[in-house]
């Protein structure tokens, strides 16, 4: 957003300085207000076009380009995982992603198992340009201790 609104300033000054020239050569007074409709036009169509993603970042929505089902199942490759629920996805800036969800491991596991997992877990959703992952272990065939999660 930074970026556009720097161009826009740079535009908008090579305009004037454009504007000013022709104007001082030529009887031309209706360029002054054509550019200044075309760059608010432009800068309007940036606003509006740019505004979607960032109401994407503050409504806490998915990433459009990963599916949480895809992450689960990344999830699902990692030895001694048996389940993955209670899975959710969002944007913190457009850019870097977020992901918690509560992982399934075998019964067996043990507590150097279970974080062996974690990492291997971090380590599969860092390929789906998530940044943080928050992931919360469960025994398999324990239940989770919130049943609205299954």
Avoid at 106 to 111: K, L, N, Y
Avoid at 117 to 141: C, H
Wanted: charge should be negative; proline fraction near 2%; glycine fraction near 6%.
């Amino acid at each position: 957003m930074l970026m556009w609104h720097m161009i826009e300033d740079v535009l908008g000054w090579v305009m004037v300085l454009v504007g000013a020239l022709v104007m001082k050569f030529f009887d031309v007074p209706q360029l002054d207000a054509g550019m200044a409709i075309a760059l608010a036009s432009w800068i309007l169509y940036n606003v509006v076009r740019n505004l979607r993603e960032a109401l994407k970042v503050f409504l806490m929505a998915s990433p459009s380009h990963i599916q949480v089902l895809d992450v689960e199942k990344a999830i699902l490759e990692v030895d001694q995982v048996v389940g993955v629920h209670h899975a959710h996805l969002w944007s913190l800036d457009g850019e870097s992603h977020i992901f918690t969800g509560h992982v399934v491991v075998a019964s067996g596991a043990g507590a150097a198992d279970i974080e062996k997992i974690k990492n291997q877990v971090k380590k599969r959703v860092r390929d789906f340009g998530i940044v943080e992952a928050t992931i919360e272990t469960e025994s398999d065939g324990t239940h989770c201790a919130d049943p609205e999660h299954h």
